[in-house]
Nanobody, 115 residues
Framework: VQLQASGGGLVQPGGSLRLSCAAS????????VGWYRQAPGKQRELVAT???????NYADSVKGRFTISRDYAENTVDLQMNSLKPEDTAVYYC??????????WGQGTQVTVSS
């Protein structure tokens, strides 16, 4: 199983980016998919998760600004990031847990918020 994260880049404060996590198998196989991030010198932290039933969970720092969603047609889990702040700068990773409780991680995509 492979997860491919894309959509990172350089954006000014207040701007938006949309990250996409593409899976090599149907995302129906995953109980939960999430986005995580790791800034330089910091531990990896949860950003947002979404379950197979559509229940979402967000870190307090991104509530109201980020939205996670599952696109079954494209077989992706996306993270829409609005009102970006410099402190959102990090490498963003997607991760997923399948129905047998096996965890998978994609490679990271860099998000840099700077003027």
């Amino acid at each position: 199983v492979q997860l491919q994260a894309s959509g990172g880049g350089l954006v000014q404060p207040g701007g938006s980016l949309r990250l996409s996590c593409a899976a090599s198998i149907s995302i129906f196989n995953f109980d939960i998919v999430g986005w995580y991030r790791q800034a330089p010198g910091k531990q990896r932290e949860l950003v947002a998760t979404i379950t197979g039933s559509g229940i979402t969970n967000y870190a307090d720092s991104v509530k109201g600004r980020f939205t996670i969603s599952r696109d079954y047609a494209e077989n992706t889990v996306d993270l829409q990031m609005n009102s970006l702040k410099p402190e959102d700068t990090a490498v963003y990773y997607c991760g997923a847990r399948d129905t047998s409780w096996t965890y998978y991680w994609g490679q990271g995509t860099q998000v840099t918020v700077s003027s």
